[in-house]
């Protein structure tokens, strides 16, 4: 056996055979390797240049399309992102331009491209609260019924067509049944409704009755079998500050978000954070038909990562531990200490109302903190009942970690105003 000589990388105590020394210059491969990803490195960065593909466009409709096209990355070539989100270009769209957009969409279908068909069509509902009519059509022509959001409203025609094909397509019926509550007319209700009343056969080999589908679009059926809707339609955004400050500029914001709270968790002894804290007197609050002075909504975020934490509240800004919290089957210790509100952004609610529906699907990435409007799940819908009255509880609002310092998750907060028990549950991927 040849003897093994020692790689002449300063440092190294590595050893190479002399067959290898040959190759490499007289260091171990590991160093060879690094040499080698050193100097390609370095080539990049001196050759790399800056492109702006977007340079002299000024249609919003090609630039999305441009923003909606994959391209293969090129360590060579620094992109220059355009100076707005694709979320800001579909605010500003004309009919016309959504009509192209949604032209561009089919295109995307007729190519097999459904990602792609996906995400743009989902954009225009959510971003522009557009009642796609092409698009849906080819989208039932191709055999697609997801993502369900994009049925929202959609005609009497199309909810005739999957009210006949829930009945004879088990394969898909599960995504039918979230379309038809998507859809949410009168009709669908009164349906939804004589299931509860009387189950199909089919329903046995669902996981849920076939009316608990409409929580998926944010409503539930009452005693009654009218419709309940379970968020408010009004929805303000958070936006960080761009003083980013302990101090938010300006008047007192209508609602206050994350701040440490003064009682400390039962089960873990952290300190509770005051997720919302809603000035009620606000006119930008009105529509939550609250009187009295302050409404706080508060967490524990770390206990709340493994369930629904509930809080006793007054309108008078206090708040208490329920007696009807459950500790979790799983729940492990506390060990992340104080929570770091110094390094998080300083969020502001935002004086200009957003659409209902604009962070209503996660998978768009939009920043998703905000109150009213339809919550973001990051997983299936998540209505906690009342442990007092046992009715579903409102959705109110919800913080958005991605936003707020760069982490993953959201906390979801809900209320039940008859009985003033305040709920708080949290999703992530």
Not at 104 to 127: G, K, M, N, P, R
Not at 197 to 213: D, K, N, T, V
Not at 333 to 355: I, K, Y
Request: hydrophobic share 40%.
């Amino acid at each position: 056996m040849s003897e093994r000589l020692p790689c002449q990388t300063p440092g190294c105590t590595g050893s190479i055979l002399p067959a290898t020394a040959l190759k490499t210059g007289g260091i171990c491969m590991p160093c060879q390797q690094r040499k080698l990803a050193e100097e390609r490195q370095a080539y990049i960065e001196q050759n790399r240049k800056e492109v702006n593909r977007y340079a002299g466009i000024h249609d919003p409709v090609e630039i999305l399309t441009m923003m909606h096209s994959p391209r293969k990355p090129d360590p060579l070539i620094k992109e220059v992102p355009y100076p707005r989100t694709a979320q800001e270009l579909y605010h500003g769209l004309t009919e016309e331009e959504r009509g192209r957009m949604e032209s561009y969409a089919v295109h995307l279908l007729e190519e097999e491209d459904i990602d792609q068909a996906e995400t743009v069509l989902v954009s225009l509902l959510c971003f522009t609260d557009t009642r796609l009519g092409p698009g849906l059509e080819m989208l039932l022509h191709t055999g697609n019924y997801s993502p369900a959001i994009l049925f929202k409203d959609a005609d009497a025609q199309v909810r005739d067509r999957l009210i006949a094909q829930v009945e004879s397509d088990p394969v898909n019926r599960n995504l039918l049944l979230l379309a038809l509550a998507w859809i949410g007319d009168e009709e669908v209700v009164r349906l939804f409704a004589a299931w509860r009343q009387s189950p199909p056969e089919w329903a046995s080999a669902l996981y849920i009755a076939p009316e608990m589908y409409a929580r998926e679009a944010g409503w539930e059926l009452d005693a009654g079998g009218g419709k309940k809707q379970l968020y408010h339609p009004e929805c303000y955004p958070f936006l960080v500050s761009r003083e980013d400050t302990l101090e938010a500029p300006g008047a007192p914001a209508a609602v206050q978000m994350l701040q440490a709270g003064t009682h400390a968790c039962p089960w873990c002894g952290g300190a509770l954070t005051v997720l919302f804290d809603y000035d009620l007197k606000h006119p930008q609050v009105r529509f939550m038909e609250l009187p009295g002075k302050r409404l706080r909504i508060a967490a524990c975020m770390h206990c709340n990562c493994y369930g629904t934490v509930y809080m006793k509240a007054d309108l008078e800004g206090g708040y208490a531990w329920s007696e009807y919290n459950v500790v979790p089957g799983y729940l492990p210790d506390n060990t992340g200490g104080a929570l770091a509100f110094n390094t998080w952004h300083v969020m502001q609610l935002s004086e200009q109302p957003a659409g209902t529906y604009e962070s209503a699907y996660w998978v768009l990435e939009a920043p998703a903190s905000q109150i009213g409007g339809h919550p973001a799940w990051i997983q299936d819908a998540d209505y906690p009942a009342c442990p007092c009255c046992a009715q579903t509880m409102t959705f109110a609002a919800q913080a958005d970690m991605g936003q707020v310092a760069e982490d993953e998750g959201i906390y979801y907060a809900f209320l039940c105003r008859e009985c003033l028990i305040t709920a708080v549950n949290y999703q992530q991927t």
